[in-house]
């Protein structure tokens, strides 16, 4: 075979190979990951900020997590935490009760990664004894159930279950992510869903997220 024709077949041979290659990174590249609703903007944000009401934090007397629902289901056998840890993951499979058995999480908070759902807690990004402090307790069962159970807002997010329990109810100027690339986003979160379900701030608590946001 003359010389040029055996270059040409080499050449067409690497082409091959190197298309197959690109073929099976396209193949076995991980799905993006989804996330939960976006917050407002930093510049929205403040302007929120600014129109909550201020005042001190209320007492924790009375409250009870049993008087904010949850989870409840929100499609066939899917309940809510069902739902954030199918949305938050990468190929997340459940079986015929809607319990993730398989998947991979990753933890906006502290940046882990995680493949067994029961290393992930669903943080309540507003706490709901820091709600019942900020307003909710004057709000009905059905107001406190639509809070807890909140989809729409960026209120529900999965995260490393023993970093959430050391937030636990504390608010920005107690405690933020660890993870520092997260705390604009998060602090937007935080006043989006304030903002909404007209919950007030305290003083400190305001003071923390407007150095937050203002650095975003």
């Not at 690497?14 to 990951?33: C, M």
């Not at 996330?35 to 510049?43: H, L």
């Amino acid at each position: 075979m003359p010389v040029g024709m055996i270059y040409a077949r080499r050449l067409a041979v690497l082409a091959t190979s190197a298309a197959l290659t690109v073929t099976g990174l396209l193949a076995t590249a991980p799905t993006a990951q989804a996330a939960m609703p976006t917050p407002v903007s930093a510049a929205t944000a403040r302007t929120y900020l600014a129109a909550l009401t201020v005042k001190a934090e209320g007492s924790s007397t009375g409250y009870s997590r049993d008087l904010f629902p949850h989870w409840i289901t929100q499609s066939g056998a899917c309940n809510t935490r069902e739902t954030v840890l199918k949305r938050d993951g990468v190929n997340v499979v459940t079986d015929s009760s809607c319990a993730s058995v398989s998947g991979s999480w990753y933890s906006e908070y502290d940046g882990a990664t995680w493949t067994v759902a029961s290393d992930l807690d669903i943080d309540h990004v507003v706490a709901l004894a820091e709600a019942w402090r900020s307003g909710a307790s004057s709000w009905t069962t059905s107001q406190r159930q639509a809070f807890a159970n909140d989809l729409t807002r960026p209120q529900l997010i999965a995260v490393t279950d023993n970093v959430n329990q050391a937030k636990s109810d504390l608010d920005p100027a107690e405690w933020l992510p660890p993870r520092t690339a997260y705390r604009c986003t998060y602090a937007r979160a935080w006043v989006h869903v304030k903002y909404h379900w007209n919950l007030s701030v305290d003083s400190a608590e305001k003071s923390a997220l407007q150095s937050v946001l203002n650095a975003c």
